[in-house]
């Protein structure tokens, strides 16, 4: 049988999950284009994604390409806070220039 819960973690009904469902802010986390055009979306789910663990997952945050729709990452998540952090990074992954060093080593060089 399915258990269901809310954005807290805290065990609901069937009859509170359809309902908060209906909610798009209840059900959005966050959604926003990344510099480089991909959606990254952030929703809570409702449901445990990760059956047969102990670890609750009731949130993903999926990357979807501009052009085409599809999505090309999918991570998951317990708690809201880290849904919210996950979110916050992959917007920061997707913003940094392909090909780009985002971290360039400092140069050690002597100035001639």
């Not at 059956?51 to 317990?78: A, Q, V, W």
């Amino acid at each position: 049988m399915i258990k269901y819960y809310g954005r807290n973690g805290e065990p609901i009904s069937l009859e509170t999950y359809l309902s908060r469902l209906k909610f798009n802010f209840y059900r959005t986390i966050r959604q926003e284009y990344a510099s480089n055009g991909v959606w990254v979306s952030t929703v809570w789910l409702g449901f445990n994604h990760n059956p047969g663990s102990s670890k609750l997952t009731i949130f993903e945050t999926m990357d979807y390409d501009d052009n085409t729709g599809t999505h090309s990452n999918c991570r998951r998540y317990s708690t809201e806070q880290e849904a919210l952090d996950g979110h916050i990074k992959r917007v920061q992954e997707h913003s940094i220039p392909k090909g780009s060093n985002a971290y360039p080593e400092k140069d050690t060089r002597e100035n001639s």
